[in-house]
């Protein structure tokens, strides 16, 4: 509305203007080689403005002639430059979509229309991650850590395509190159806190840790700082008691519930004679999450206590968490070493009726410690043979005795408490383990009388995974997949396209008309 207005009030201006010189007429002349000219104002006003029209539309064209070749030129790069970006985009959609012979043809049009082109490089190395041509992949790669723009993405294809081949020293070259160009990258850290926990470089961990903690979350920092304390703590429990003793407080405090810190914590305390400490830490582990670990380490807490003491003590531990099957375990195994029998069946009765394995087992042990009857003996064990399984020490399809800061796949904080897989079963290896004296009298035969319990060898170690099983690489960018073995999609047949050779033109017309495709 306000422009309308403008415009009325405008045109009413230039109207009252034109009625005012017409209201006061003139005459101009002028006297120009021999020639006079006489005319009104108005028809000079309108003779000069025409001309000046007419001069500034020659010099347009003048101006638009002089810079004519610079507009081609700028029109002919425009073009080649559309025509790059339709053949990056095609080419990523085709290697989205697994069409390897339209990546690879689109690969070259970008590369011919597009060279040095970020994209474009990426196109290429992708094209060829999906033909299986690792030697192209890995050379486009390279060139592309040269260059300051390109240079993560370039190491990151160059630590995937190191990886593939199982070539864990170029890995870790690369990406150890990445964390130093920016410290902050997520997968580099990642990485090279994986090689410094397989390599048990504890120290190196937690410096590789402390240099992706911008990149984590804060509960994750905290947790994956405890469990390398915790780690780093172990390995100097023989040599260096007083060290041990400081990082484990430090891994209790940054994670109260990581059960291997509270037990060693308290183990660690009470060698020190902090009798006191201890206990407080292992009554708030238990509070949190009751495991045998903490149990065992609270019934120690104190050196030289008799049985029926330590029984008193775990009978106050059970109390802080009724009504849990840790608890009871933990009291019936205190009271059978102070020959309580009574207290102990006491302590596993609401866990008979459909015992686990370990309630069976600890049955046994009562009957055969309490009155000897073998055939009472028998019957438990068999009933745990057939018993649910426990929680135990479990990761990557692996079940171990003790808690270990690594899995056998290499990832940090992968041993969780918890009942294995059902298709694991009783077959699954053992990680240092051997049966016990129990297990032992469970896998003997009825006899009709007693007889020597046999020896078991034992269990196979559990072997780490082969590349095969390992989990499988991620591609560089999300929309590519790009298997660990790359090779022909299902679909496609024939061997991977060959490469086109990039010829040089020096011919100047064959340039110029190469501007034209």
């Known amino acids: 509305m306000i422009r309308v207005v403008l415009f009325l009030i405008s045109v009413l201006v230039i109207a009252w203007g034109f009625a005012w010189v017409a209201d006061r007429p003139g005459e101009i002349a002028i006297t120009w080689m021999g020639y006079r000219i006489e005319t009104s104002v108005i028809v000079a006003a309108v003779a000069v403005a025409a001309l000046v029209l007419v001069i500034l539309a020659i010099w347009s064209i003048v101006r638009m002639i002089l810079h004519s070749p610079e507009q081609v030129s700028l029109f002919l790069r425009h073009r080649r430059a559309i025509k790059g970006y339709l053949a990056i985009s095609r080419g990523l959609i085709a290697v989205g979509a697994g069409d390897l012979r339209l990546a690879r043809r689109s690969a070259d049009d970008a590369a011919r229309l597009s060279p040095g082109e970020p994209l474009a490089l990426l196109l290429a190395a992708q094209s060829a991650q999906m033909a299986g041509d690792t030697v192209t992949a890995e050379r486009v790669f390279r060139d592309m850590s040269k260059r300051d723009d390109t240079k993560l993405l370039g190491l990151r294809g160059l630590y995937i395509e190191a990886q593939r081949r199982n070539d864990l020293n170029a890995a870790r070259l690369a990406a150890e ?248 079963g009783d077959a699954t290896p053992m990680i240092d383990a051997a049966p016990s004296a129990v297990e032992a009298v469970a896998l003997r035969p009825p006899e009709t009388k007693p007889a020597a319990e046999p020896v078991l060898p034992p269990r196979k170690a559990v072997r780490p995974k082969t590349s095969e099983q390992r989990k499988p690489v991620e591609p560089v960018i999300p929309l590519v997949h790009a298997p660990d073995d790359p090779g022909l999609d299902p679909g496609s047949d024939g061997e991977p396209l060959p490469e086109m050779p990039v010829t040089r033109e020096h011919d100047v017309w064959q340039r110029l008309r190469s501007l034209f495709r």
């Open 177 to 424: 190159e990445a964390a130093k160009t920016q410290p902050g990258v997520a997968w580099a850290g990642l990485a090279l806190l994986n090689y410094r926990c397989a390599a048990k470089d504890w120290s190196g961990a937690l410096d590789a840790l402390d240099h992706m903690k911008s990149g984590l979350e804060k509960p994750d920092y905290r947790r994956k700082r405890a469990v390398l304390l915790v780690a780093r703590a172990q390995a100097l429990e023989d040599s260096d008691r007083d060290t041990s003793r400081a990082l484990v407080l430090e891994s209790v405090r940054l994670a109260p519930d990581l059960v291997p810190a509270a037990a060693l914590a308290g183990r660690r305390l009470s060698e020190a004679g902090d009798v006191r400490k201890a206990r407080k830490i292992l009554e708030a582990a238990w509070a949190i999450n009751p495991h045998p670990d903490i149990a065992e380490s609270y019934a120690n807490v104190r050196t030289g206590d008799s049985a029926r003491e330590r029984l008193a003590r775990m009978q106050k531990l059970a109390g802080k968490v009724p009504g849990q099957l840790e608890g009871a375990l933990a009291v019936a195994r205190a009271a059978l070493d102070a020959r309580e029998f009574a207290t102990a069946r006491a302590a596993l009765a609401p866990y008979l009726s459909a015992p686990t394995r370990r309630v069976a087992t600890l049955m046994a042990e009562i009957e055969e410690a309490d009155q000897g009857d073998q055939g009472r003996v028998r019957e438990w064990m068999a009933r745990a043979v057939r018993a649910s399984g426990d929680p135990a020490w479990t990761a990557d399809g692996a079940v171990a005795d003790h808690w270990l800061p690594v899995s056998p796949n290499g990832r940090l904080d992968g041993f969780e408490w918890k009942v294995p897989l059902a298709e694991i």
